[in-house]
């Protein structure tokens, strides 16, 4: 998140905030936290060494290296502007974490403020996708991304209120096609 937040060249208080707000840190870590926080933020370089080990952590594709990657992107649009560079970290961790090109376009139409909401894109359907392979797409996105269920994996406040921003794009994404 630090290094993220380097990417565009300088760390704003909302980067820090949008952090703190995604990741939640252990009571009596704060200070060891900050300590990470700060050399991290000097530069992003050795950003992808931590992507690979947190890919290590989990495996390709699981669930929790999707929420790891919405929270990135959180902390990226948090100054309220999306750098070439952001975008090319976020790509690079993405495929590091395992996710697909079309898992990381549904995140940028999701998050990026001003970018097309293609609803194929939000659901990470073909164009031409069948309404079957479609329904389906809709509702394993509407079970990943519903609040209770996020809630019970323990993720923080925010990361729910993603998940509740989620929700509505991927029903207005089925609403649309």
Known sequence: GAKLAKADGQVTRDEVQAFRAVFTIAPGEEKNAARVFDLARQDVAGFDIYARKIARM?????????????????????????????EAFLREVTQIFGLSERCFRSLRA???????????????????????????????????????????????????????????????AWEEI
């Open 58 to 86: 989990f495996g390709p594709g699981d669930r929790v290296l999707t929420d790891l990657a919405e929270g990135l992107f959180h902390i990226a649009i948090a100054n309220g502007e999306f750098h070439a560079q952001e």
């Open 110 to 172: 999701r998050f990026v403020p001003g970018a097309e909401k293609d609803p194929y894109e939000v659901l990470g359907v073909a164009h031409d996708a069948d309404a079957a392979t479609i329904r389906k797409a809709w509702r394993e996105a509407v079970r990943e991304s519903h609040p209770d269920g996020m809630a019970a994996r323990g993720l923080p406040e925010e990361a729910i209120r993603m998940a509740e921003e989620r929700l509505r794009d991927v029903n207005r």
